[in-house]
């Protein structure tokens, strides 16, 4: 993520759910833009490790602005 300014906001830990059932991990990443955000979520790097995530029963991904929020179950 470094190459395109991105960082984690939140990277598992445990979880207090207040709505609904939260039974797996959240991610979530920020990046200086959505340009930046693309481009990581596009690049080889991430498209290599994309598997380790898209393999759990429930993952799915959003974009919401220059943020990327992941939930794994």
Do not use: K
Request: proline share 8%.
């Amino acid at each position: 993520m470094a190459p395109y300014g991105g960082r984690h906001l939140v990277h598992g830990g445990q979880l207090v759910g207040r709505e609904g059932t939260w039974d797996g991990d959240i991610v979530m990443l920020e990046f200086p833009d959505l340009a930046g955000a693309q481009e990581w979520y596009e690049s080889p790097g991430y498209q290599a490790i994309l598997p380790l995530r898209s393999e759990h029963p429930t993952s799915s991904c959003a974009d919401e602005g220059p943020r990327i929020v992941c939930s794994l179950s």
